[in-house]
């Protein structure tokens, strides 16, 4: 208290209701039929779809007699153009209950179609932190990764494919109203999906945990996370149809959402959502290649902390300087990423040298810059990229 506001040391944190556990997905007829469903939009996408978990959504629907239409015109690294389009399908079918089944593509564009119909006006112009004025339909969320936890934050991220940029919507009104998060969905993914979300929920924890908004509401979420993802991902990657490492990496993802929803992230993520929104990579995968380069500039902002996350994933820092500590740490990050297959370089994601300025400039626009523990540059965002190459 010594050297800040009394107000920049207040915390919030926000949740939705959560269901847990095997089975969960089967409630969604039950909660929606709560919240006065006349007609549900299901929001998912084309595998989804084909991996079967959208028919146990409408069965659950059926089953109450609860009429729904579905909508999924959605892509990896969702459009502004297919929010609209949902959205319109929304109006025209007088829905009133959104349900989105999927990763984070459609659980985002879900928000995106929320907002519209509630707020009227285009999805890019909701771009920033708490600019939706108007409440949204209910959102009832099944997530089918362990990673994205667009199921429990309060970001939407869409894409413009014009300006060839991702938008971060920030607002609490985008926390859905109950996430059903249900272990047996992610047992359709496959190894690199599984690595590629796993990572991702690894990337969220320690970004939590370092950002300059955490505290003792997120930490605990972030620590729990971090040992949860560590300690299963690598052998749930081998054994990818075991629902007991299904469970404890599921979560692991969820308390790092929890964690990241409230305490923001930092660079990697500003640096991702850039590389999402220039050249359409699949976000997991960005977030791996990035992690490593991130800490190694990172690390000297917050010592202490990334100690602690040292410690977390089972290092033994005792009597150990923080150079040799970050080594070690470093070490680690990049042993669990070759244990599930993650070694790409920017490189081989199809990066070329000449896209780094315009990466690096849309990145520093990006809100989790703000939250990153090391204040940063466009020169500083160069050279992690150029080092990730
Ligand atoms: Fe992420």
Not at 71 to 96: F, H, I, K, W
Not at 148 to 169: E, L, N
Not at 185 to 202: E, R, S
Not at 288 to 304: K, R
Request: aromatic letters at 4%; proline letters at 5%; a negative charge.
């Amino acid at each position: 208290m010594t050297n800040s506001s009394p107000i920049a040391n207040l915390r919030k944190f926000v949740s939705p209701e959560i269901i847990f556990g095997v089975g969960a997905r089967k409630t969604v007829g039950n909660y929606a039929r709560t919240f006065g469903a006349q007609r549900v939009l299901i929001v998912s996408d084309p595998g989804v779809l084909a991996a079967g978990w959208v028919a146990d959504v409408e069965a659950s629907l059926q089953e109450l007699d609860i009429d729904y239409r579905l909508y999924t015109d959605v892509s990896p690294n969702p459009r502004s153009e297919e929010v609209m389009r949902g959205a319109a399908l929304y109006q025209q079918e007088g829905c009133n209950v959104i349900v989105a089944v999927g990763g984070g593509s459609p659980m985002d564009c879900a928000k995106g179609i929320g907002i519209v119909s509630a707020n009227r006006g285009h999805i890019l112009s909701f771009e920033g932190v708490d600019q939706i004025h108007a409440p949204i339909p209910p959102l009832i969320f099944i997530p089918t990764t362990a990673g994205t936890s667009a199921d429990v934050s309060q970001f939407a991220i869409i894409s413009d494919q014009v300006s060839r940029s991702k938008i971060s919507i920030i607002s609490k009104a985008v926390v859905p109203d109950v996430s059903l998060i249900d272990p047996e969905t992610t047992i359709t993914m496959d190894p690199f999906l599984t690595a590629c979300t796993g990572v991702d929920a690894l990337v969220h924890a320690i970004e939590a945990y370092v950002s300059t908004a955490s505290g003792p509401l997120t930490d605990m979420h972030a620590l729990e996370a971090i040992k949860l993802v560590s300690a299963n991902l690598a052998e749930l990657v081998a054994n990818p149809q075991d629902l007991a490492l299904r469970e404890a990496v599921m979560l692991g993802s969820m308390k790092a959402g929890l964690a990241f929803s409230n305490a923001i992230l930092g660079a990697v993520h500003a640096m991702s959502h850039s590389l999402g929104g220039y050249l359409d990579l699949p976000h997991g995968l960005c977030n791996a290649i990035l992690l490593e380069h991130v800490i190694d500039f990172n690390y000297a902002a917050a010592e202490e902390k990334f100690k602690v996350v040292a410690d977390t994933l089972g290092i033994d820092t005792r009597g150990m300087a923080h150079n040799a500590i970050k080594q070690r740490l470093l070490q680690s990050v990049h042993g669990l990423k070759t244990e599930v297959g993650l070694t790409q370089r920017l490189k081989e994601a199809g990066v070329c040298s000449s896209d780094i300025p315009v990466l690096s400039k849309q990145a520093l626009k990006d809100p989790c810059i703000l939250t990153n523990p090391r204040k940063s540059n466009t020169r500083d965002v160069e050279v992690v990229y150029e080092e990730a190459l």
